[in-house]
Nanobody, 126 residues
């Protein structure tokens, strides 16, 4: 089993920045994917960004809506994944979830992920 714990959410004004963190604990594998999703009120959980982690490489991909504003990164020594969010807009308001899956195939739907954190709320005021 894998446990995920997010932190870093909060209230920020439009144009501001936040950095979310997700710490993983429990089972370890050599190749896996960690991702961020978000869910706004009344909407489905939507893919934000993911990072594929292997012994020798990292690669990332993200949703078009956040390209150029959000950056996903990782620190394997601490098993932490970050989401740096810049130029935040009110439409970015949501609960942000960290997710993980084994394997390195690109995956952008929530059904493809096996492990989830509890979520951290981000509110962007106009």
């Amino acid at each position: 089993q894998v446990q995920l714990a997010e932190s870093g959410g909060g209230l920020v004004q439009a144009g501001g920045s936040l950095r979310l963190s997700c710490v993983a604990s429990g089972r370890t594998v050599s190749s896996y994917t960690m991702a961020w999703f978000r869910q706004a009120p009344g909407k489905e959980r939507a893919f934000v960004a993911a990072i594929i982690i292997t012994k020798s490489a990292r690669s990332t991909y993200s949703a078009d809506s956040v390209k150029g504003r959000f950056t996903i990164s990782s620190d394997t020594a601490t098993r932490t994944v970050y989401l740096q969010m810049n130029s935040l807009q009110p439409e970015d308001t949501a609960v942000y979830y960290c997710a993980a899956r084994t394997g390195i195939r690109e995956a952008t739907t929530f059904r493809e992920y096996d492990y989830w954190g509890q979520g951290t709320r981000v509110t962007v005021s106009s």
